[in-house]
Nanobody, 128 residues
Framework: QVHLVESGGGSVQAGGSLRLSCAASGRSFSSNTMGWFRQAPGMEREFVAA????????HYADSVKGRITISRDNAKNTVNLQMNSLKPEDTAVYYC?????????????????????WGQGTQVTVSS
């Protein structure tokens, strides 16, 4: 059975940092695009960042560019999200997801319909 498990969420003050991790089990995702999405209360789920199977290509939402970095370690079957200079508007449940493609176009990579596997999410709360 395939599982994606997020960890590293928590509460921080504005300007602080958090590092989220996503551990995959049940199969290897070394050939898959991996992404992070988030959902704030009362809002739709939105794209945050994605990384290609090799780590060569990345894509970020405009709202997080320069503050958030996605990385992966295929040997460990993990994907990480380093979040710096956090803002209250970053408060959300963050989800890890895997797509059945090595990489996606800039149009498709932000579409959550392109992702097949999802974690349960980890809460990030940023206070002002």
């Amino acid at each position: 059975q395939v599982h994606l498990v997020e960890s590293g969420g928590g509460s921080v003050q504005a300007g602080g940092s958090l590092r989220l991790s996503c551990a995959a089990s049940g199969r290897s995702f070394s050939s898959n695009t991996m992404g992070w999405f988030r959902q704030a209360p009362g809002m739709e789920r939105e794209f945050v960042a994605a990384i290609s199977w090799s780590g060569r290509f990345t894509h970020y939402a405009d709202s997080v560019k320069g503050r958030i970095t996605i990385s992966r370690d295929n040997a460990k079957n993990t994907v990480n999200l380093q979040m710096n200079s956090l803002k209250p508007e970053d408060t959300a449940v963050y989800y890890c997801a895997a797509a059945d493609s090595t990489w996606l176009s800039s149009t498709l990579v932000v579409d959550d319909d392109e992702y097949t596997y999802w974690g349960q999410g980890t809460q990030v709360t940023v206070s002002s």
